[in-house]
């Protein structure tokens, strides 16, 4: 079983930045993917951000070049930066991490940026 630990989630001003973490933890033996989703109220959960181990990433065309996708591999901890933040980024992001055949979800990190 794995566990994951969201923090960085919170209230920012149109314009500001935050910076999202997620830890790993519990019977880890391999991580592949790890990335970020973000789902609005009434809205589906969509991709925001995913890193390879190796550090290849792709991200949602509404967030490039705002937001930075990155991974310590020895912490088992993936970030996101996210900077020129806009109300349209208001969402409840949650972290999934992949390991050879699963997956697991975090329970969620609210964000709410006001204009």
């Known amino acids: 079983q794995v566990q994951l630990v969201e923090s960085g989630g919170g209230l920012v001003q149109s314009g500001g930045s935050l910076r999202l973490s997620c830890a790993a933890s519990g019977s880890i033996f391999s991580i592949n993917a790890m990335g970020w989703y973000r789902q609005g109220t009434g809205k589906q959960r969509d991709l925001v951000a995913v890193?390879?181990?190796?550090?290849?990433?792709n991200y949602a065309e509404s967030v490039k070049g705002r937001f930075t996708i990155s991974r310590d591999n020895a912490k088992n901890t993936v970030y996101l930066q996210m900077n020129s933040l806009n109300a349209e980024d208001t969402a409840v992001y949650y972290c999934?991490?992949?390991?050879?055949?699963?997956?697991?979800w975090g329970k969620g990190t609210q964000v709410t940026v006001s204009s």
């Open positions: 999934r991490v992949d390991v050879p055949y699963n997956y697991y």
């Open positions: 890193i390879t181990y190796g550090g290849r990433t």
